[in-house]
């Protein structure tokens, strides 16, 4: 399939160590935020998801932090796999956008064996 | 459990030509999406259903038509294709608008000639 994202920020991590992709969104009045995962070739995949009552939120392996003074989300990656190797890009829901999502053009994660 | 399912996976035209791209979810979700996917940009949406029956243009609509034949499909169809409309295609589709977790299909890779 296409490669998404020809120039995307790209980064690098060895397998086993911790990941930390990060996303600066564009409203502050944003509520709702998820993280998703994209192979080459594949549609984006749901990873976790968190809402603006919330700093911290863990899934399995995953990590999301929300900061909103900075308008700044974080995903962490534990213990990095190959299989994490991927385009990864976080998605706000504006309060006023009851149908609307924005969506980053997202990081390259490339884990080296 | 098949999700979203899109319809074809690949295309080729030529300028000038028509097609429909299907996408059918068996999730019992209301609302549906039609994203494109261009490098080094985020996914940008052309149109939208809220619920069966309606329909919504999104950012850039201009050269698309939707049909929402039903709560599980939903078709978007070129009239007349131009170049510019060569891109990754994915439908996607949610319980009830945008607080809740979006998911994709595998997307359909348009080229336009």
């Known amino acids: 399939g296409e490669s998404v994202g020809l120039h995307l920020p790209t980064l690098s991590v060895q397998e086993g160590d911790n990941s930390i992709i990060n996303c600066a969104y564009s409203?502050?009045?944003?509520?709702?935020f998820i993280w998703y995962k994209q192979e080459s070739g594949k549609g984006p995949q749901f990873i976790i998801d968190?809402?603006?009552?919330?700093d911290k939120r863990q899934g399995q392996r995953v990590t999301v932090l929300l900061n909103k003074t900075v308008k700044h989300l974080s995903l962490q990656i534990a213990a990095t796999q190959p299989g994490d190797s991927a385009v990864y890009f976080c998605?706000?829901?504006?309060?006023?956008?009851?149908?609307?999502?924005?969506f980053g053009t997202g990081t390259r994660l490339k884990v080296l064996a | 459990n098949a999700g979203v399912t899109q319809t074809p996976k690949f295309q080729v035209l030529k300028t000038g030509q028509s097609m429909t791209l299907q996408c059918a979810q068996d999730?019992?979700?209301?609302?549906m999406y039609w994203y494109r996917q261009d490098p080094g940009m985020g996914l940008r949406l052309i149109y939208y259903?809220?619920?069966?029956?309606?329909?919504d243009k999104g950012e850039v609509p201009n050269g698309y038509n939707v049909s929402r034949l039903n709560k599980r499909e939903f078709s978007l169809r070129l009239e007349s294709a131009a170049p510019s409309q060569t891109s990754v295609y994915f439908c996607?589709?949610?319980?009830?608008?945008?607080?809740?977790?979006?998911?994709f299909g595998s997307g359909t890779q348009l080229s336009v000639l």
């Open positions: 259903s809220a619920s069966e029956g309606t329909t």
């Open positions: 996607a589709s949610t319980h009830f608008g945008a607080r809740e977790k979006l998911f």
């Open positions: 998605a706000e829901t504006p309060i006023s956008g009851t149908y609307k999502y924005i």
């Open positions: 409203n502050s009045a944003s509520d709702y």
């Open positions: 968190i809402r603006s009552n919330m």
């Open positions: 999730m019992n979700h209301n609302s």
